[in-house]
């Protein structure tokens, strides 16, 4: 399942957009040749906007704070150490974790469409899949990173990471000031969706986690 964002400027006279018209098209072809069942799709749809979110990844990121043995299975193999957790299936299957440190920063895009790892953060948000951020997070990623309300200092390197149908990455925030003796459930409400994609940091401890949480197809 590799979902190619088309963006072409197609007119329709009805209330479809493009993309849905086509998913429309397409599903309803499925089905009359009898080759995947509404209701399995349903099913799937409901379990990654309902179960499958990014509570999930800020559990993985808890853990790595807390557990250097579980950080270092992290580093070496993130689909395993992940996968640990519980947290395994579509589009995150293989899985690289990248460690923010006080040098360097992580960002993640996908340039050609909107490859995410889902059983991690659930589904990509829509900016994730829109053409500005996919192309603009590789040429001007500072830039990218200021309209999401992160400066980082010049003396800090923003690395990029363009996810692929093979490998989604994870980013694991540095873990914030004054959060020593938290347990991993109060860390994991630190890390938002947005930190672990690279757009933010973690939360302070005073102040809630950054980015939104909201899940949108
Ligand atoms: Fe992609």
């Not at 990121?61 to 193999?77: C, G, I, M, T, Y």
């Not at 500005?132 to 830039?143: F, L, M, N, T």
């Not at 694991?172 to 890390?191: C, H, K, N, Q, T």
Request: glycine share 6%; proline share 6%; charged share 25%.
């Amino acid at each position: 399942m590799h979902d190619h964002d088309h963006s072409h400027d197609h007119h329709h006279d009805n209330h479809y957009s493009d993309m849905q018209a086509r998913v429309k098209a397409l599903e309803t072809l499925l089905t009359e040749k009898g080759l995947i069942d509404p209701a399995a799709i349903d099913a799937i749809v409901e379990t990654y906007e309902t179960k499958v979110g990014p509570r999930n990844g800020a559990r993985v990121v808890a853990k790595a704070w807390s557990d250097p043995d579980f950080a270092e299975w992290l580093k070496r193999d993130a689909t395993a150490a992940i996968a640990s957790l519980g947290f395994t299936g579509r589009q995150g299957e293989h899985m690289r974790a990248v460690f923010n440190t006080p040098d360097t920063h992580n960002l993640v895009v996908c340039t050609l469409c909107s490859c995410y790892p889902w059983s991690v953060l659930g589904l990509p948000p829509v900016w994730y899949k829109a053409p500005a951020y996919r192309s603009r997070a590789v040429i001007d990623p500072r830039g990218v990173l200021a309209e999401f309300g992160l400066t980082l200092p010049e003396s800090k390197k923003v690395r990029v990471w363009d996810s692929t149908a093979e490998l989604r990455y994870l980013v694991i925030p540095e873990r914030p000031e004054g959060s020593e003796g938290m347990d991993e459930e109060a860390l994991a409400d630190l890390v938002s969706r947005d930190a672990m994609i690279g757009t933010a940091i973690a939360g302070s401890p005073k102040i809630p986690a950054a980015g939104s949480q909201e899940v949108s197809a």
